[in-house]
T-cell receptor
Framework: NAGVTQTPKFRILKIGQSMTLQCAQD?????MYWYRQDPGMGLKLIYY???????DKGEVPNGYNVSRSTTEDFPLRLELAAPSQTSVYFC????????????????FGEGSRLTVL | AQTVTQSQPEMSVQEAETVTLSCTYD???????LFWYKQPPSRQMILVIR??????QNATENRFSVNFQKAAKSFSLKISDSQLGDTAMYFC????????????FGGGTRLMVKP
């Protein structure tokens, strides 16, 4: 199983450029998440989705957009990149917790390191 | 909103010894999950152990165990017989049991296991 796959692993952007971080999972998970991790810090939620066609904001959504057209894919779009968006980005997925259907465990991708100069 | 606090930014332990990482959280919820995740230098986040709040028995996974004190809102991780491969960042995390939702992470504890 591939699990959660993120691309690219590394990227350098200039201020004002745009890009999309790709995330795909092959576990048929309903829920998908984008987190960012700043140096020496914990993870902060950017956006999440509970299923195809449904997305919602997390703690730090400004400067980002997402879409969820399929169960498998959850791309994160950065518009007008800023130095404050320099971070490591993690995509994660899970099945619903409770009712014997899931443990609540998140499955993470390997992360994408983005630098904005 | 939930908050998760890890008061120990860094810790070290000698190989084969035992270490305990602290975590406290604040919530008005009664049904929730708590997790410990490990992040080695490779950056991949790996689940170490989970606890369901309605279960009084503390979770254990091989050398890893937790001390869950619901009334005190405390969720510490004990690592027994520490190994060099346990060197990593450890994150405590909280999640409400209802559909959704966010996993709220603490700031992390960097653990160094020394030979």
């Amino acid at each position: 199983n591939a699990g959660v796959t993120q691309t690219p692993k590394f990227r350098i952007l200039k201020i004002g450029q745009s890009m999309t971080l790709q995330c795909a999972q092959d576990m048929n998970h309903n829920y998908m998440y984008w987190y960012r991790q700043d140096p020496g810090m914990g993870l902060k939620l950017i956006y999440y989705s509970v299923g195809a066609g449904i997305t919602d904001k997390g703690e730090v959504p400004n400067g980002y957009n997402v879409s969820r057209s399929t169960t498998e894919d959850f791309p994160l779009r950065l518009e007008l990149a800023a130095p404050s968006q320099t971070s490591v980005y993690f995509c994660a997925s899970r099945i619903p917790a409770g009712g014997g259907l899931g443990t609540g465990e998140l499955f993470f991708g390997e992360g994408s390191r983005l630098t904005v100069l | 909103a939930q908050t998760v606090t890890q008061s120990q930014p860094e810790m070290s332990v000698q190989e084969a010894e035992t270490v305990t990482l602290s975590c406290t959280y604040d919530t008005s919820e009664n049904n929730y999950y708590l997790f410990w995740y490990k992040q080695p230098p490779s950056r991949q986040m790996i689940l170490v152990i989970r606890q369901e709040a309605y279960k009084q028995q503390n979770a254990t996974e091989n050398r890893f165990s937790v001390n869950f004190q619901k009334a005190a809102k405390s969720f510490s991780l004990k690592i027994s017989d520490s190994q060099l491969g346990d060197t990593a960042m450890y994150f405590c995390a909280f999640m409400k049991r209802n559909a959704g939702n966010m996993l709220t992470f603490g700031g992390g504890t960097r653990l160094m296991v020394k030979p």
